[in-house]
């Protein structure tokens, strides 16, 4: 990648514009390396000024779904990543994929091929014999001198494209650098199925080239696309975009996420708890850096985004580093917007509550969070039974400690005031009586009351509640 934002590959004479696309296919939710390749395009486009499409490439008809799209758009959305142009779905561009297959067959740069699927299994069989490649023999290429077998009755025909069958495609990749493959290791690409419908490779070009794409940032699965695209970009005149292939990002594992393995949802992220915020940016530094910067604004992320210093290397998925990540901004987001998340979260556990039952509370707990659902589960011991574990409750509240706990408790029943000064006092005046230190009175209370064995301060933590939920919990013994 060269460090030069102003060089030709970034600013090409042949658009008006910086425009970069995402371009999902609806087949299922939107994962962790699509959203980081959006993250790119996005922070791309904004950086140079210029446009953000959101494509929906959902020629896979028996696997799209409606779901899929709302899913992809909820993610979208919950990103931040507004986009300017979109969704704009493939499936209603059919007329417009038809006309330029209509065109590349009139220039003979397409062709119709009839060839069945027992006779291209024949031919790749022999191929392999031979010892050769497996390569689609061009059986019904049209070319100058060559007599082509009639057309079978009752087989409709696929369209081919005429890849050139000498010299080179080469391009200089805005990650890996120049990239040059032979055009005798490419096929003849199929373009347009038996049904009429584009295949991808023929429909991102058209697609690409009808909205002035100038830069395309996607996964290197792409890097053996790329050829054909270039060649079908060149075949209908059109300006070809820059092409930036992103390493994978690997799993714990060290095997690649993918839809398929391991990858989970952008929006079950949001149901855990993350922010926005937080998945941002942890994920534009799972292959892209700005010196040592590691917490940083999506406004600032746009500010230093020029496509330069992106890895070309893979990238490790580290659920304790998004956690860390996360944290940071649980931390130090507006309390009155991490109440609201809060609600939700409790919320979805079917406890109903308001902004004003959580917010002075959250305070209190928010710096040990590494997400909103966690600080949730603290809070809902304000609002719903504790369950202590068997192992809290031998442990720590003992028969010993049983009687220490219902003086406290009287104590406690007779204040006027409820604020955690008066509790600290009764805190202290019940381990002088009992000769106790306070880590043998706090642990049984904090199980008794709190559900769990460790907590923030005793006295504060107490404070938040209602002070006969408290008197409840202790005499339940």
Avoid at 303 to 313: E, Q, V
Wanted: include cysteine.
């Amino acid at each position: 990648m060269r460090d030069d934002p102003q060089d030709t590959e970034f600013r090409m004479s042949s658009f008006d514009k910086i425009r970069t696309r995402i371009a999902p296919s609806p087949t299922g939710f939107l994962h962790l390396g699509t959203a980081r390749t959006a993250l790119y395009s996005w922070a791309f486009a904004r950086h140079h000024g210029g446009e953000f499409v959101l494509r929906i490439e959902d020629t896979d008809v028996a696997r799209s779904t409606q779901d899929s799209v709302d899913q992809i758009i909820a993610a979208m959305n919950w990103l931040g990543l507004g986009y300017d142009e979109g969704p704009i779905y493939q499936m209603q561009r059919l007329d417009r994929y038809q006309a330029v297959i209509d065109l590349l067959i009139a220039q003979g740069k397409a062709y119709r091929c009839y060839a069945t699927p027992e006779e291209l299994d024949e031919m790749r069989e022999a191929q392999k014999a031979r010892g050769q490649k497996t390569l689609y023999d061009r059986r019904w290429r049209p070319e100058p001198g060559k007599t082509l077998p009639t057309p079978p009755d009752g087989v409709k025909p696929v369209i081919r494209f005429a890849n050139p069958i000498e010299g080179d495609v080469t391009w200089n990749d805005l990650v890996k650098g120049p990239i040059t493959i032979n055009n005798r290791e490419i096929d003849d690409l199929i373009i347009a199925r038996t049904d009429g419908v584009p295949t991808y490779n023929f429909a991102v070009v058209v697609d690409d080239w009808d909205m002035r794409i100038s830069h395309v940032f996607r996964g290197d699965e792409h890097v053996n696309n790329t050829p054909w695209q270039i060649n079908i970009f060149n075949a209908l005149g059109a300006p070809l975009p820059s092409f930036g292939h992103l390493p994978i990002i690997l799993g714990d594992d060290g095997l690649k996420l993918s839809k398929r393995r391991g990858a989970v949802s952008v929006m079950d992220y949001a149901a855990n708890g993350y922010l926005p915020e937080g998945m941002l940016n942890y994920l534009a530094r799972l292959g892209w850096s700005h010196g040592d910067d590691e917490l940083f604004s999506a406004e600032q992320m746009i500010s230093w985004f020029d496509g330069s210093h992106l890895s070309k290397s893979p990238a490790q998925w580290d659920p304790a580093k998004l956690d860390w990540v996360n944290s940071h901004y649980v931390k130090h987001i507006d309390e009155a917007r991490l109440a609201e998340l809060v609600v939700e979260q409790l919320a979805a556990k079917g406890i109903v509550v308001t902004v004003a039952d959580v917010q002075a509370k959250i305070g209190l707990f928010k710096d040990r969070c590494a997400t909103v659902a966690i600080l949730a589960d603290w809070l809902s011991m304000y609002f719903a039974p504790v369950a202590p574990s068997a192992e809290d409750l031998a442990t720590h509240v003992t028969d010993s400690i049983r009687p220490v706990l219902k003086a406290l408790a009287d104590r406690l029943a007779a204040l006027g005031e409820w604020n955690k000064v008066v509790i600290q006092q009764v805190l202290k005046e019940t381990l002088t009586a009992a000769g106790l230190k306070m880590p043998q009175l706090a642990v049984p209370v904090r199980v008794v009351v709190c559900g769990r064995a460790q907590t923030p301060s005793l006295d504060a933590v107490l404070e938040h509640f209602d002070k006969k939920k408290v008197l409840d919990r202790l005499q339940s013994l």
